[in-house]
Every structure is written in C-alpha cells, then in structure tokens.
C-alpha cells in the first residue's frame, strides 16, 4: 500500500486533534519489523505521522474502546476497518460507547495476511495468506464512517477454492457423541489464560462470569468440564453479537478453532432470525427484543 493511504489518515488525525474534536487517536503504526503493526494512541498531532496502514494491521482497534483508561478520554478518534467497525455499531447499539463521543475513521481493506506466512516473505496476497474472516467478509469498507480513506490496492479476486469454516458443515453431519469427542479433543488444549476474552471487543463485563464464586459458575480448573464450560458460556454470550473479526482465536496460544462455534452461533442467529450483528446501530439487538413471529418449535 503506498503512502498516499498514511498520508490522508495522518492528515485527518492531525486535524481532529489540532481542532479539538477528538482527544485521543486510535490507530495503527510500525511494528517491530516492517510486516507487523501494533496499536498507537495519539494524543498530540505532532504525533500523527506515527500513524499507518497496511495489509499486516490486523488488529481490532474497537477493543480498546472497553478500556477504563480509553474511556477517560471524552471524544475518540479511531481507526477501524470494515469488520473492526461492526463492533463498534455493537458496542454503541449495547450503550457502551456513544456515537456522539466518537470519530469513525474508516480504512477499506481488502484482507488482513497471516502474521507467520507474511514473516517468511509472502508477496502476493492468496487464499493462503489472508486470514478465513477476509474470506467471508462483505464489508471491504465501513458501513458507518465519518472520514473514509480509500485503498489503491487491488481488490482481492480470489479463485473461492478455499471455503472457509467448512468443518461447519462437517460437524452439522456428525452424530452428537462425535460433536462432542471432537470439541472434548480441542477444549482440552484450553489452558484457561483468558486471552480470548482480553481480545474480543465485546467481552467487557466488569467482572466476568469466570471470576464470580458465590456461586461458583464456571469450574475454573484446567480440565474438564470447566474447559468446556467456559468456551461454550462464552460462545453464548456472544450469539447475536459476534462480528466475526477472529481476535479470539487469533490470540489463543493453544490454536482451538473457536469461530467454528461464534460462525456457527452466527449462521443459526441469521437463519433464525434473518439477523446479522453489527450492521447498523438502529435494530435493536435480536436478543434484546421480543417478536411473536420468534420460532418457539422448542417449548414443549
């Protein structure tokens, strides 16, 4: 991506804060090589040329909106890619953040590349090297922005070869006690570090179920069934709320497949409900709201 891309967002950033209607910035800028970014957050525009894009910026910003020490801040500037953005709408639609403190900075994209493929060179942008949420992701660009940079990036025109959570499908064909060794297998590996719900934005209770003891709610060993119980109570609370951005099972030290259960979770919310999480910040969120139309094929 050339600079013309850095150079308009610096250009906004630098504005917002010079004129005062942001704070803070949230965004990205170099990482520790030339293929990695980290967040930034800007407070002063002599420091809004820290800020960049690219292909290696992967992270959702939108996490650090839940932050008590980005919350202080009254007005946020932030920069967010489409899928990054959807959380946004979330946490606004959930009365986390509102819309009038915030400067949507939106950024198209065209995909994220894997971190272990884009160390060892990739040049070219592939199947293999973007991320399985680039695949199925519809929103190139912001659905709500203040400010949009395009990219001069060529779209992405993949051959489609690759389907992503295919293991989906496989698991809807398996009998249940199948399901359940296959899930037993992963939740297993789960050592109970929590970074799952530290990534995702829209974990931020201020006290988790996890940490409640009276009474004990989740089994907080590391074995069963206290792995199981915690990844699948987290993976219900987030129905009807996943954006599908996979901070979760990006940060998971153990590699447990955990947007095969929020993709799954997400799919039966859409053909439940005709729902999708995180397009606008009007619908009320489909757990939030009561319709006599709501399948009921469950009550005996």
């Known amino acids: ?169 496989e698991l809807d064909a398996m009998d249940p006690e199948e399901r359940n060794e296959f899930w037993r297998k992963e939740f297993e590996k789960c050592i109970k570090c929590y970074a799952c719900r530290q990534a995702c934005p829209l974990c931020y209770c201020s006290r988790c179920i996890v940490e409640k003891n009276t009474p004990q709610w989740i089994d907080t060993s590391i074995e069963e069934p206290g792995n199981a119980q915690w990844n699948l109570i987290r993976a219900y609370h987030l129905s009807g709320r996943c954006i599908s951005c996979g901070e979760c099972e990006r940060a998971c030290p153990v590699n447990i497949p955990l947007m095969l259960i929020n993709e799954k979770m997400a799919r039966d919310v859409y053909n439940m409900f005709g729902y999708k999480s995180g397009q606008d910040t009007e619908t009320k969120p489909v757990f939030g709201v009561f319709s006599e139309g709501d399948l009921n094929d469950f009550i005996k």
């Open 1 to 169: 991506m050339s600079n013309i891309v850095d150079e308009k967002l610096r250009k906004i950033a630098k504005d917002l804060l010079e004129s005062g209607e942001v704070s803070l910035i949230i965004g990205y800028g170099a990482g520790s090589s030339p293929r990695r970014t980290r967040p930034v957050f800007i407070t002063d525009a002599k420091d809004a040329h820290k800020l960049s894009f690219n292909r290696h910026s992967v992270q959702d910003l939108a996490v650090f909106l839940k932050k008590a020490e980005v919350k202080k801040f009254s007005k946020i500037g932030i920069l967010v890619k489409g899928c990054d953005e959807k959380a946004v709408n979330v946490l606004i639609q959930e009365y986390q953040v509102s819309r009038d403190n915030i400067k949507i900075i939106g950024v198209e994209c065209n995909g994220v590349v894997r971190q272990n493929l884009a160390d060892k060179g990739e040049s070219s942008v592939s199947e293999a090297t973007v991320y399985d949420k680039c695949l199925i992701c519809g929103e190139h660009r912001p659905l709500i922005y203040d400010y949009l940079v395009e990219t001069d990036e060529p779209e992405l025109k993949l051959s489609g070869a690759l389907k992503p959570y295919t293991k989906i499908e």
